[in-house]
């Protein structure tokens, strides 16, 4: 089962990603893949949930504290 599924199934409407830097393929192709996966779920993406940066624990890290910090964080929210 894919994120997408298992994620919407949880009812999450509001699913962050954390990808690398925009001039990589590899970014590039998994944040396509997250879109399309998001939209095939009826599920918008929330630009402010994304974000892009170098490939490296540190900068994970950080990110993912961010969002998870936020006011409002990724998750399940009634539309």
Known sequence: MGA???F?????RRIGR?????LSAAARD????FTAALD????EVV???????EFDVATGTRHAH??????ERP?????
Do not use: K, M, Q
């Open 18 to 22: 954390i990808g690398g830097p925009e």
């Open 4 to 6: 997408r599924n298992y």
């Open 47 to 53: 630009p402010e949930l994304v974000r892009t940066d």
């Open 66 to 71: 961010d969002l998870l910090s936020a006011l």
């Open 75 to 79: 998750g399940r929210h009634r539309r």
């Open 8 to 12: 919407g199934r949880l009812g999450h």
């Open 40 to 43: 095939a779920a009826g599920i």
């Open 30 to 33: 998994r944040f396509y893949g």
